[in-house]
């Protein structure tokens, strides 16, 4: 079915517009992306197959991507009458997108639409909880606490000075109480004890709902054509059944930018751990409390019933915990390791038993929390209530936290005590005694694969996956292996904008070492980056495959040498980011080691970075346990786990790795990788085929 005229003319000429504005020229990259975009939108609206609503579009670095899909999908979106949700897999695109290129483009084309940004609770000021720490703080001061309960807050160095400075400026309203348009560094500690999540809000029953920042910043959301969201935040909100936080899947189009992220976000939101001695103490925290609250509401006869309805279960729960751990603690002894991994996921019945009768108690447990929590809900309504109201909320709050916590902990023993459904991908269990002897059960799925496709894929209106590093190997696989996108979808691999073999010099020098032997590979290392760095003009970028190979580099290096160093995990991102560009712009040459996290999402345009040096190929650490499972999944399956992951994976991170050299038109450097399996494996010539075009030594 072709575009309809109007909106055709209405993408071309928002194209032309904006060009003209910004005196660009046209990208054939980029008009493939629009038109793969529009069109796989506009068939949508006729086509009901699953495979209809997913379209996957890897677009090379340069192609331009953020201004295709919005010049595709606003319009689209508009006319079928749906909510486009942009969703990046980082804060940065999230500020960019929102601080610049919207903005930008409906300035460029003069197209009118509403956007806002998205964002959970817990990125902003509650009042309440304000409110509270400013009385514990003053509280503090005179040797009086009014709560005893997980909610108090116990000032730290600098927090009363830093209470004092965000209420007032929240008050006076040079602030909107979103955490990250605060200039100043927060402590974690003093945040969690300022926002709140959705068990512990009050919602329209909180007195001071007419201030709360989070709703005010929720009414922009409900009115917007666009929202800017993070990936974080759609799956929390899939959790929540969908339509809580943002639209439901069924009136949204989504664009997931970043998209290699994606199947990892899911991931982290379908685990579930928990720290036996921790889990034991706040049970017995819980129980002394809920003892304490039950004399309190002695008033209201109900409540108070309710209150001490929840010791049994957790007594119950704390005595179990204290009668596996010897079962647990016994397994690592004789695996003579610090962690055991169920093989396949199968749990002995020895564990299985008692799991079985912990989930049982804390979904009792769970239940009892629900009934407290919503009779406490309902006396919030009340006007009047036998108990002042700020112990009544402290109540409401330290019982929706505590139900959080219980309901993750109930869900990760029920996954030890059932086995897993026939046709979805496996859990990988396991237990390990971590650095301070606190035993942790973890369990965490090999593939979120499943789990989209039925909550997401299959509710959308439409979805569009994006990112310069989507294939893997030249391949779609891994995505759908790791996202589930249905078989069928639409892929599209578009050439990045770059001129990649003019531009870029890639090598890979006569006396590199195969990075599988580690001694060896680090001497070699030590031995070559004095001469490949000792010349350089401009920025070096030299990343590492794990932390102590770089540091054993580092310790190598000559003096002169290591002084020009900024190391990842020495100072916060931004302030290297910031030292290495004030030396780059002072005409001094800057180098930082970095690991993993360096090889995507860091931008060093021009001068900044003109050579990238890749120690080793970036495999996967082999003991992960999640990785383990994911190997053995695919190894039942009769698949060949090495290519389907550890290769893969390494494609992937390889070229994201690349990635870091040209961000500009203009860019120009060389890429350095000292590691010989890319010209001694014949994998590697698998790998060396998936990079851009570069010119090659």
């Known amino acids: ?166 209420g007032r400026a929240w008050r006076e309203g040079e602030w909107d109480g979103d955490r990250d348009r605060w200039e100043q560094t927060l402590p974690d500690s003093l945040w969690r004890a300022l926002s709140i999540d959705g068990r512990q809000c009050g919602g329209r029953r909180c007195r001071l709902i007419a201030t709360c920042c989070y709703y005010r910043a929720r009414s922009t959301v409900d009115a917007a054509d666009c929202i800017v969201a993070n990936q974080d935040l759609v799956m929390a909100d899939l959790a929540l059944g969908g339509g809580v936080v943002l639209p439901a899947p069924e009136e949204t189009i989504y664009v997931f930018d970043e998209a290699h992220r994606l199947g990892d976000t899911a991931l982290a939101h379908f685990g579930a751990q928990c720290g036996l001695e921790a889990t034991g103490d706040w049970l017995e925290r819980l129980e002394t409390q809920s003892v304490r609250n039950a004399a309190r509401l002695a008033v209201a006869p109900d409540e108070a019933a309710r209150a001490q309805a929840l010791v049994a279960p957790a007594a119950a729960a704390a005595l179990l915990l204290r009668q596996i751990m010897p079962l647990l603690a016994l397994l690592l002894a004789d695996a003579g390791n610090s962690r055991h991994r169920f093989a396949s996921g199968l749990v002995p019945d020895s564990l299985r038993v008692p799991s079985g009768e912990l989930a049982a108690c804390f979904g009792s447990l769970v239940q009892n929390l629900e009934r407290c929590r919503e009779g406490l809900e309902a006396a919030l309504e009340k006007t009047e209530f036998p108990l002042p109201r700020p112990e009544l909320e402290a109540h409401f709050q330290a019982v929706g936290q505590w139900l959080g916590r219980a309901e993750g902990i109930a869900r990760l023993w029920r996954a030890m005590a059932e086995p897993d459904l026939p046709a979805a991908p496996p859990l990988a269990r396991w237990v390990a005694r971590e650095a301070n002897g606190e035993l942790r059960v973890v369990i965490a799925p090999v593939s979120a694969g499943h789990t989209l496709a039925a909550q997401l894929w299959s509710r959308c209106h439409a979805a569009v996956l994006t990112s310069a ?64 760095l000792g ?85 996967a650490v082999p003991d992960d346990p999640v990785q383990e499972a994911r190997a053995e999944w695919i190894q039942a399956g009769g698949g060949n786990a090495f290519r389907t992951l550890s290769l893969a994976d390494a494609c992937l991170r390889l070229v994201q790795a690349c990635g870091r050299l040209l961000r500009t038109d203009e860019d120009s450097g060389r890429i350095t990788i000292l590691d010989r399996r890319l010209i001694s494996k014949s994998y590697g010539r698998e790998l060396l085929a998936a990079l851009p075009p570069f010119g090659r030594e």
Not at 18 to 25: C, E, H, K
Not at 123 to 140: G, I, M
């Open 1 to 166: 079915m072709a575009l309809a005229a109007e909106l055709k003319e209405q993408i071309q000429a928002g194209y032309r517009a904006f060009l003209a504005r910004r005196g660009l020229r046209p990208r054939a990259g980029q008009r493939q992306m629009i038109a793969a975009i529009a069109g796989f939108l506009d068939a949508r609206e006729d086509n009901p197959e699953p495979e209809a609503r997913v379209c996957a579009v890897e677009a090379g670095t340069g192609t331009g991507k953020t201004l295709a899909y919005l010049l595709a999908a606003l319009p689209l979106a508009r006319a079928q009458g749906k909510k486009l949700v942009i969703a990046t897999g980082t804060v940065a695109l999230q500020a960019q997108l929102v601080d610049r290129d919207i903005p930008d483009l409906l300035a460029a084309t003069g197209w009118e639409y509403q956007f806002a940004l998205a964002k959970g609770r817990g990125r902003y000021l509650c009042p309440l909880r304000l409110e509270q720490c400013e009385a514990q703080t003053s509280q503090a001061r005179g040797g009086q606490f009014l709560f005893e309960d997980e909610l108090a807050f116990v000032p730290g160095a600098g927090d009363e000075r830093r209470i004092e400075a965000l």
């Open 469 to 532: 590093t989507l294939r893997s190997l030249g391949s779609f696989d891994r995505l759908r292996l790791d996202t589930g996108i249905p078989e069928g979808s639409a892929t599209h691999a578009l050439a990045g904008g770059f001129d990649y073999r003019r531009r870029a010099v890639l090598a890979i020098p006569a006396g590199a070492v195969e990075g599988g032997d580690n001694e060896a590979h680090t001497a070699a290392v030590s031995a070559q980056l004095p001469a490949l």
């Open 535 to 619: 010349v350089e003009s401009g920025g070096s970028l030299v990343l590492f495959a794990s932390r102590q190979q770089l540091e054993r580099v580092r310790e190598a290096l000559p003096a002169a040498l290591a002084e020009r160093l900024l190391v990842q995990g020495e100072l916060p991102v931004a302030e290297i980011i910031a030292r290495h560009r004030a030396r780059i712009d002072g005409g001094e040459h800057s180098v930082i080691f970095g690991l993993a996290s360096f090889a995507e999402g860091i931008d060093l345009p021009g001068d900044y970075c003109r050579h990238v040096i890749i120690a080793k190929l970036p495999f």
